[in-house]
């Protein structure tokens, strides 16, 4: 077994950028950070045969980056001729408006604000921009306004922050809410069983391989995580800074005031289920 194989979700090894599926393409953001991994993922996605490209989360307002993504689809003989967000976060969205001016392309969001000349996007929304079928899947929990985007052709599907391709996502209260991002891991399972989804197309990250597996493996993660915290509770660590130097321990302390933002989310859940 490969050292990747071991890992949760098999995540695909070699250079971040570049094509990932038949109809996906990885640009890679230079924002790299202990958030943001090795940078933003910015997908460059469409039918093979199409000269309509779709750009899914442009990124941070980088110049270079996003004359990139442009060129990106140029050398493949495709004009973009749409951008959605899988949600609001500024190394996701920022360079959405830019990106407008330089494509001509409408930006679709959940998030009004977020909007460019375009309509918004919902539950049961497919997307059909130069013959490409994207499904929208709502995925709350990272955020109040976070989607994933289904691309039933390459049994794949695009996580944004919901999933990321190493490590966990951060559910930080009080936009982020534990409950349904549960809700939401639940319902990319169900992608995985019913739907035949097997690659996870992440926003930050390797592409990885195993999408029941991740899944699963974040639905564990967060179950262990919440026991820690219910047990540090009942043990008399009772504020959100207590928890996270006890149960956090572990983690490098740069992050615990991140963590902090995440305790909040998980003692929140824990009071609304009666838990402590």
Same mark, same amino acid.
């Given at each position: ?12 090894? $070699?250079?971040?950028? *570049?094509?990932?599926?038949?109809? &996906? %393409? ?15 993922? @910015?997908? #460059? ?8 490209? #779709?750009?899914?989360?442009? *990124?941070?307002?980088? =110049? $270079?980056?996003?004359?990139?993504? +442009?060129? @990106? ?8 001729? !749409? ?16 990106? &407008? ?34 499904? #929208? ?15 039933? &052709? ?7 922050? @919901?999933?990321?391709? /190493? $490590?966990?996502?951060? #559910? ?15 319902? !990319? /399972? ?52 207590? %928890? ?6 572990? +983690?490098?302390?740069? !992050?615990?005031?991140?963590?902090? !933002? ?5 003692? =929140?859940?824990?009071? =609304?289920?009666?838990?402590?």
């Amino acid at each position: 077994m490969t050292e990747a194989a071991a890992l949760p979700g098999q995540p695909r090894g $070699g250079v971040l950028s *570049g094509p990932a599926t038949a109809r &996906a %393409v990885n640009v890679l953001a230079p924002n790299p950070s202990a958030m943001t991994l090795d940078g933003t993922n @910015t997908w #460059v996605v469409a039918e093979p045969d199409s000269d309509l490209a #779709v750009v899914i989360d442009p *990124g941070p307002l980088h =110049e $270079g980056h996003l004359a990139e993504v +442009v060129a @990106t689809a140029e050398r493949a003989g495709k004009r973009v001729a !749409l951008t959605l967000l899988t949600h609001g976060h500024p190394d996701h969205a920022e360079g959405a408006a830019r990106f &407008a001016e330089l494509t001509g392309s409408k930006v679709r969001a959940l998030d009004p604000e977020l909007r460019l000349g375009g309509e918004g996007l919902a539950a049961g929304d497919v997307i059909t921009t130069g013959g490409l079928e994207l499904r #929208v899947v709502p995925t709350p929990g990272h955020t109040a306004d976070s989607l994933c985007f289904h691309l039933p &052709a390459d049994r794949a599907v695009l996580t944004g922050d @919901t999933i990321l391709g /190493r $490590g966990t996502t951060m #559910v930080a209260h009080p936009d982020g809410r534990l409950g349904d991002y549960l809700d939401s891991l639940r319902r !990319l /399972r169900s992608l995985t069983v019913d739907d035949g989804v097997h690659t996870v197309l992440p926003g930050h990250g390797p592409v990885l391989e195993d999408a029941q597996g991740a899944v699963e493996f974040y639905l564990a993660h967060r179950a262990s995580r919440l026991a820690q915290v219910e047990t540090a509770v009942e043990n008399g660590y009772a504020t959100a800074p207590d %928890v996270v130097a006890h149960v956090y321990a572990d +983690v490098d302390r740069s !992050l615990w005031p991140a963590a902090e !933002l995440s305790v909040h989310a998980q003692l =929140e859940y824990l009071k =609304e289920h009666g838990l402590i």
